[in-house]
């Protein structure tokens, strides 16, 4: 007689992982794993090399619940090579197990970062040129949003990164109602952040840096107007139609202006 069955992959009794599958030079590598059952005083082994050279090699101790963390930041002399990073992790428990996990890296010299103006298409008010600097993706378009007094970068995230544009306060700006600086409200896909603004104030621009993740898509910049005349235009049509409303109401009291 034969007998068939069926053979069930055996999960490994150790995991490893890193926050990220890409990182650049200043980063902070965060590598994190669970080991199914976690026995007192075995901790696990880390080693992390690139192109089989080690670069960093550790003990960590493993909480009760099995899991465990630690952290290393991409810099000094190991770290000047550009490639795939290997993480390896091993548990000697059993004859021992170990398991593995990589990322990209590149070093400060190979980050590509791209500077320069775009045009942004202001209707029958012609154009006005925003100057950017991006690292980690790449900006396909800029729009302006007369309704929301926004201005909309669109752009394609290729990695977490950072935009930082140069606004000139004639097209567009954020003002208190005693015309100091108010902070623009910025939205990533639909989603609030803070940036971070180095201006000068009483400049004739402001600079604001905004940081993204991979994937994300749409960047509102939200102030208090965009293209003045925009504004203008606005404001013209809302007391229009407060006037209009006002005499309809007083047309059906049967008030005579």
Not at 122 to 145: C, P, R, W
Not at 219 to 239: A, D, H, K, R, S
Request: hydrophobic share 40%; proline share 3%.
């Amino acid at each position: 007689m034969i007998f068939t069955g069926t053979a069930f992959a055996q999960e490994p009794p150790i995991s490893v992982q890193t926050d990220d599958n890409h990182y650049d030079e200043g980063d902070t590598i965060v590598i994190s794993g669970k080991v199914e059952t976690p026995i007192d005083g075995v901790n696990v082994v880390l080693q992390l090399f690139s192109e089989g050279n080690m670069v960093e090699i550790a003990q960590i101790i493993v909480a009760k619940d099995g899991s465990y963390s630690y952290t290393v930041l991409a810099e000094g002399p190991q770290w000047k090579k550009t490639g795939t990073y290997l993480v390896k992790a091993s548990y000697e428990v059993g004859g021992g197990t170990a398991v593995e996990s990589e990322f990209s890296y590149s070093p400060k010299s190979e980050i590509i970062l791209t500077t320069t103006n775009f045009e942004v298409d202001a209707g029958s008010h012609g154009t006005f040129d925003v100057e950017y600097t991006i690292k980690g993706g790449t900006l396909k378009n800029m729009m302006i949003d007369a309704e929301t007094f926004a201005l909309t970068a669109q752009i394609d995230a290729t990695d977490e990164g950072i935009i930082t544009l140069d606004l000139p306060r004639e097209f567009i700006g954020a003002e208190k109602q005693n015309g100091k600086d108010d902070t623009f409200i910025v939205l990533i896909d639909g989603i609030e952040i803070n940036p971070k603004e180095t201006s000068l104030v009483g400049g004739e621009s402001r600079v604001i840096s905004i940081n993204f993740l991979q994937g994300d898509s749409n960047i509102e910049i939200i102030g208090t107007y965009v293209i003045p005349e925009f504004g203008n235009i606005v404001m013209v049509i809302l007391i229009m139609g407060i006037m209009i409303t006002i005499l309809i109401s007083r047309n059906k009291l049967g008030i005579t202006i």
